[in-house]
């Protein structure tokens, strides 16, 4: 995979400059330069792979447990009253750098930081949609 012009690629190469939180020989992590919150940290592998959907499981593994530690350390710091962990797979789903990363969002009363809208829905479209996904599995 071509990764020449992956910002955070460059970042991991230590072509640009990053405020580093944790670094390890799978996983970097550094605070985010447009952050939604004081302390949004992105935890991303150092191995250039696009999404959740391209990561062995053992990188899978090393990166959502960097997120796991490294998320209190991040709350504490900010003195948030929540944290949000969010892992955009695709331009579609608002990924903006083609490189996995994860989101480590400390979040606040009122921050005015917005989820998406849930839908209505029936038990009957749950049960069709249940079964699509079982039998993918």
């Known amino acids: 995979m071509d990764h020449s012009n992956c910002i955070f690629c460059e970042i991991i190469e230590g072509n640009i400059p990053c405020e580093k ?14 952050p939604v919150n004081p302390g949004h940290t992105l935890v ?34 900010v003195d948030a009253t929540g944290i949000n962990i969010e892992m955009n ?27 998406w809208p849930g839908k209505d829905t029936t038990p009957d479209a749950l049960f069709e949609m249940g079964n699509a996904i079982r039998g993918l599995l």
């Not at 250039?48 to 709350?75: E, G, M, Q, W």
Request: glycine residues 2%.
């Open 21 to 34: 939180i944790f670094e390890d020989e799978h996983v970097i992590a550094f605070l985010d330069i447009h």
């Open 44 to 77: 991303l592998t150092k191995k250039h792979l696009a999404t959740i959907h391209d990561l062995p499981n053992d990188i899978v593994s090393h990166l959502f447990t960097a997120v796991r530690n490294l998320s209190t350390p991040v709350k504490k710091a």
């Open 89 to 115: 797979n695709g331009p579609d789903a608002g990924q903006i750098v083609n490189h996995a990363h994860v989101h480590i969002i400390p979040r606040y009363h009122d921050d005015s930081y917005r989820h």
